[in-house]
């Protein structure tokens, strides 16, 4: 039975739908910025618009001809090997293993956004023929830095969404052996048990690495791989946040979203400190609130009762060319920006996580989740 849309959620959805309204561009579908700065379509912009809309069950009432034109601005960025970049050099590049590091975010991306949109590529998958082997795919894996598991965790959540569509799409069965057998064990051993949190062992901060391991957990639930240390891991995400309900001071999208994310799957995945994970999330609830724009046109980068001095800039990780690690950009201090995209999908997101963990916020309704988004999946449907 559909789950009935409550007044907290339609004024979420509205909230999130508006800004969407705001950053399209031109008359042709899928096309959109990602804030009020740029001047034409972006990739990030129409990828997690394309999200939001998919989230309140509104992408599903376009007609095809606008999803097939909206998909085509993402295969449009397709590489003759079959990944994904947002540079036209990249054209024709071939990548082996180490060096698709600055192209997995985009490849992840664009095959989060097709999989929502239910279409295609048009290109096989072969840069993907050296990963269906469990050794490569075990080396490669324990090949990057985990004393920063923010970013070796966003490769391999986007490493592991390629081997899904390559799967999928493709017919490629052995895929979920060869990740059984290459990506499993590499993981494993890379766990912390004494945080529950992945690369905290090498170096990694809490925070650290709790953004990597909100992006390995996805994969775990994918493929029903039982998840260690799950007593620690609540441990660890509830001395994550602070005491206003955030998880990074001033608030941010993506760091909010990821203990939202933690709480909720570690509420189903255990009964350990169960009333400290509902508090948690009740004061998560409050927090991300305070993020909705206060003329309801989107969400706030930063809490709308915070300063620029409480703000801490979040690293962005930039990996270039013909580096072996990832480059550390901050962003998100600059008071003019106010709005991205990504809040507009992120905060109603983990929204709908602790109103279907609470059940009785006055924020439940039909939320629509793509598990194949990893983003988006979890150990419980919602």
Excluded at 77 to 95: I, P
Excluded at 132 to 140: G, S
Excluded at 307 to 321: F, G, Y
Excluded at 344 to 372: C, H, Q, R
């Amino acid at each position: 039975m559909a789950k009935q849309a409550t007044a907290g959620y339609d004024r979420i959805k509205q909230v999130a739908l508006r800004y969407v309204e705001q950053m399209k561009i031109g008359d042709v579908p899928g096309r959109y910025k990602k804030e009020a700065m740029e001047t034409g379509p972006s990739l990030y912009g129409s990828y997690h618009a394309a999200h939001i809309l998919d989230l309140f069950g509104e992408l599903e009432k376009l007609p095809d001809k606008d999803l097939d034109i909206w998909a085509q601005f993402f295969l449009e960025k397709q590489t003759a090997q079959g990944y994904f970049s947002n540079k036209a050099a990249d054209k024709n590049r071939e990548r082996l293993l180490r060096e698709m590091d600055p192209v997995w975010h985009s490849t992840r991306g664009i095959i989060w956004a097709l999989r929502v949109l239910g279409r295609k590529p048009t290109k096989e998958f072969k840069f993907l023929e050296p990963f269906v082997d469990a050794k490569v795919l075990y080396n490669y894996v324990k090949s990057y830095d985990w004393g920063n598991s923010w970013a070796a965790g966003n490769q391999i959540c986007a490493l592991a969404t390629a081997l899904f569509a390559l799967r999928d799409w493709f017919g490629v069965a052995e895929v979920d052996e060869v990740m059984e057998k290459g990506l499993y064990p590499a993981l494993e051993e890379l766990l912390d048990e004494e945080t529950g949190y992945w690369g905290t062992q090498f170096g990694a901060d809490l925070y650290n690495g709790q953004f990597g391991t909100i992006h390995i957990t996805p994969i775990y639930f994918a493929q029903n791989w039982p998840l260690r240390a799950v007593e620690r891991n609540v441990d660890s995400t509830l001395a994550c946040q602070l005491a206003n309900g955030s998880f990074w001071p001033g608030g941010s999208d993506c760091p909010d979203f990821d203990g939202a994310y933690m709480m909720m799957n570690l509420y189903f995945l255990t009964d350990y400190r169960r009333e400290d994970l509902q508090e948690a999330a009740r004061k998560y609830l409050e927090h991300a609130l305070m993020h909705v724009d206060p003329n309801g046109v989107g969400f706030l980068l930063h809490r709308r009762d915070s300063k620029p001095i409480e703000w801490k800039p979040r690293p962005h990780w930039i990996w270039a060319d013909g580096d072996g690690t990832a480059r550390e950009e901050l962003r998100d201090d600059d008071p003019t920006r106010t709005h991205i995209m990504l809040g507009s999908w992120f905060y109603p997101l983990s929204i709908a996580l602790v109103a279907a963990m609470l059940g009785d916020t006055g924020y439940e309704g039909p939320y629509k989740l793509n598990k194949m988004s990893l983003h988006e999946c979890n150990v419980v449907d919602i």
